[in-house]
């Protein structure tokens, strides 16, 4: 059984194992770096660390929103990198056993299905989980 | 057991143990008779040996534990040290330098093979050995107790018994090949020996004999009142032995033997009086230093430095913040908090210092290697190895200056010969110095050799092309000396080995500067050249300028900087699709920031009229950096973009500003 935090993108649920995040926190400024990837939004200052964003809208090719209240910076670190994801909201923290895991679908939504390594499924939700390697 | 918890300590203390190894070795080079050196090297062998033994490093043990064979002929003055001796001792440091590296990199000692090197070895101690051959020949190969100091033991205990009226004896034993309980069956014979007298010595150990750890021989040492013959009687009484070998043992058989060994005895008891003494004298220093030193792990320091760092940070903010108010008492404790973060900055930033003799202390090695090569004579005089840097800066600083005593050597220093001729000492002189100055370290590398030919130089440029005859002809000396310092210059005649492989002073120069330093050279015909580095104290905290391109912040390091100025955005040519401007009749190249940066321009900014031009360095090379808006000068703690954006053009890092934003630190030396 693994443990996944939940975040939401275009009223999808998508899905971190939670050894991975470090923290979740609210937007804040961010500098711009120049020549970088387009989802490469730049760099936050989270507690004196240097922190480079990626929206993950964009990474995903979903149509781009502006932050609001809601919206939230996942810190994933994997490896050494230490990276912060752009998501529309985040809230809990799920279980999942393994047979509540399908592999991901053959057809899909083709921008977003590379990124997927399972689907979860939990009170008649699915939820995407990410490969989080992939994603960066 | 899991042994990979100690092994950054076993990396860490190895490579101590190298360090004094290698300055051990280069002064017993130049004094061969130092018994004291000798006890030293023969002690961190030891120790790596025990070392590395723990840590299952079984070649390094068994290459070390070979070094102590000849190690302590030597200081039993069975052997006289010589080059090849002390030659081949350097082979050995070096092998085992690489297996310490190899064991950092990968955590295992690796693959490398220095059978050559043990062979080496043992051929220069078995010539020997065969002069001062005493009849105990059995330990001469052993490898796996510390044998030679059960040898001296055995000798000792033997010469001993043979005063006392008893005999030694050594006993071969050969089971037979049916022989079902090998261990049993010398236990037997162990214990009928027992009866006789008392073992002193067996091979294999005793224990390895009980846990059966032996072929179908094992040979027994004993001290015994009874003759040979009865004894021979008795083993022979045991069943499943094939053979039964005894040999009279008897040191005194040869008088020098014996004297040889009494000799060394008393020289190891004197020795070991003395070395106590002065053990005990360094001990009492050690002791001292180790009750003053930790060993910190460098990732709790570099933690430590970006608290202090936040602090900073916070500090400046809050001067912003409390510079408007008219609250007296605020003012004063600013200033007190600024007070403080400075001294604790200064603190912390000493803890980070490391002594520059870490990049020292490979020269003297590298100089002897070198003159040796080349069949020259060179001292070299290091002085301030106890300056201290910033450890970001050690690891940037070696090969500049590897790259400056090689020069030195192969190009600056002449042969014996030539030097004889124009009345110089035969020995060539090789300074290097550092010392602190101010906010910097300045390094001197300084030799008494030819000096640069500057006529030489001159040609040099002019057929490679990098000057005209007619600039040639009117060069003052200091701008003929920075020709020295162009990319794709080297003045070696012929390409050696060790300097003059098409890269040259550039590379260095470049180095240099990327870590905000500078280089300068003074050099005189005939009598030398000296080359000037100065370095700042640390990388982690620079001066900068901030400047504003729209609403973004950017750093430049004011260590790049030459100066601020405005130009005529009129003035500005288009050359070959360049633009350049021509500035104190040069001209400038245009860096125009905002498009190299894709900072989105506004469209209400007026292009013509004043532009505000940052002239930035790198070596001799400028250019005019158009910002939009200055700010003003700061100290900045540099901090990494991490992993994922390493690489990123133009940019060099980050840094935060006292209202907790990031502002970015250009990466002056990529806009060339």
């Keep these: ?136 | 057991m899991d042994i990979s918890q100690y092994l950054d300590i076993f990396i860490d203390e190895s490579k101590e143990h190298l360090h004094s190894l290698n300055e051990s070795l280069l002064s017993l080079e130049k004094n061969p008779d130092d018994k004291e050196l000798i006890n030293e090297i023969f002690r961190v062998a030891h120790t790596l040996k025990g070392m590395s033994g723990t840590m299952g490093f079984t070649k390094i043990a068994s290459l070390t534990h070979e070094m102590e064979n000849l190690l302590d002929a030597i200081r039993n003055d069975k052997l006289t040290i010589n080059t090849d001796i002390v030659d081949l001792l350097f082979e050995c440091f070096d092998a085992l330098e690489e297996y310490i590296n190899v064991v950092a990199e990968e955590g295992e000692e690796g693959e490398q093979d220095n059978r050559d090197l043990i062979i080496k070895l043992n051929s220069i101690l078995n010539n020997k050995d065969h002069q001062s051959e005493s009849n105990i020949k059995m330990l001469e190969d052993d490898k796996v107790d510390s044998g030679n100091n059960l040898n001296q033991y055995v000798t000792n205990v033997i010469k001993k018994a043979q005063e006392n009226g008893l005999n030694a004896y050594t006993i071969e034993v050969v089971l037979k090949k049916d022989c079902m309980l090998k261990a049993a069956r010398a236990f037997i014979i162990f214990n009928t020996l027992e009866r006789y007298g008392e073992v002193v010595y067996s091979k294999p150990s005793v224990e390895d004999i009980e846990d059966e750890n032996f072929d179908l021989s094992f040979s027994i040492t004993i001290l015994s009142k009874s003759d040979k013959n009865s004894i021979l009687e008795e083993l022979n009484k045991i069943t499943d032995v094939e053979t039964i070998e005894i040999k009279k043992v008897e040191i005194t058989d040869s008088m020098d033997n014996s004297k040889v060994i009494e000799k060394t005895n008393e020289a190891i008891n004197e020795k070991q009086n003395k070395t106590q003494t002065k053990t005990e004298k360094k001990s009492k220093k050690k002791n001292n230093k180790v009750g003053k030193t930790v060993r910190v792990d460098i990732d709790r320091l570099d933690n430590l430095m970006n608290l202090v760092s936040e602090l900073i940070i916070i500090k400046t903010r809050m001067e912003e913040v409390g510079g408007n108010s008219e609250n007296h008492n605020m003012n004063e404790a600013i200033e007190y908090l600024e007070r403080i973060t400075t001294s604790i900055h200064d603190a912390v930033m000493k803890v980070r210092m490391v002594p520059i003799d870490r990049v020292f202390n490979r020269f003297p090695r590298m100089v002897r290697d070198l003159s040796k090569d080349l069949g020259k004579n060179i001292k070299l005089i290091m002085s301030g190895e106890e300056t201290e840097v910033d450890r970001t800066v050690i690891d940037e600083i070696g090969d500049p200056l590897i790259h400056l005593i090689r020069n030195s050597i192969d190009h600056g220093i002449e042969s014996p010969e030539e030097r004889v001729k124009v009345g110089k000492e035969e020995t060539g002189s090789l300074y290097l110095r550092a010392y602190p100055d101010g906010n910097n370290v300045v390094i001197e590398v300084e030799d008494d050799g030819r000096g640069i030919d500057l006529e030489k130089v001159k040609r040099k440029a002019v057929d490679k092309k990098i000057i005209t005859e007619e600039i040639a002809h009117n060069m003052s000396k200091e701008e003929i000396i920075s020709l020295l310092f162009k990319a794709g210059f080297s003045t070696a005649e012929k390409i050696s080995d060790i300097s003059g492989r098409g890269v040259g002073l550039d590379v260095v120069k470049n180095k240099i500067e990327a870590i905000g330093g500078n280089i300068e050279v003074e050099t005189e015909k005939g009598k030398g050249t000296k080359f000037t580095i100065r370095i700042p104290l640390t990388l982690a905290i620079i001066q900068a300028l901030l400047i504003k391109l729209q609403d973004e912040i950017y750093a430049l390091p004011l260590s790049s900087i030459k100066e601020i100025t405005t130009i005529e955005s009129q003035a500005i040519r288009k050359i070959q699709n360049h633009e350049v401007v021509l500035f104190r009749d040069k001209t400038l190249p245009i860096v125009r920031l905002n498009e190299i940066l894709g900072v989105q321009k506004s469209k209400d900014k007026d292009e013509s009229g004043e532009l505000i031009t940052v002239v930035a360095k790198k070596g001799d090379k400028e250019a005019g950096l158009i910002v939009d808006k200055l700010i003003g000068q700061q100290e900045i703690v540099i901090k990494s973009l991490g992993k994922y954006l390493s690489g990123t053009k133009y940019i060099a890092g980050a840094t935060i500003l006292g209202d907790g934003s990031i502002s970015l630190i250009l990466d002056i030396n990529s806009l060339f």
């Design chain 1, 1 to 136: 059984m693994n443990q996944y935090v939940l975040f939401k993108l275009e009223d999808e649920s998508y899905g971190i194992e939670i050894e991975y995040v470090k923290t979740i926190e609210k937007i804040s400024n961010i500098t711009r770096v120049p020549n970088t990837k387009p989802y490469v939004k730049g760099v936050i200052n989270l507690r004196g660390e240097v922190i480079p964003v990626i929206d993950l809208r964009e990474r995903f090719g979903l149509p781009i929103r502006d932050y609001n209240n809601d919206t939230r910076v996942v810190i994933v670190s994997i490896q050494d990198y230490i990276i912060g994801l752009i998501v529309d909201s985040s809230s809990e923290v799920i279980y999942l056993n393994d047979n509540e895991v399908d592999n991901p679908p053959v057809v899909g939504e083709v921008n977003t299905v590379e990124f997927i390594k399972g689907i979860g499924k939990k009170d008649g939700k699915l939820i995407m989980l990410l490969n989080l390697k992939k994603v960066l």
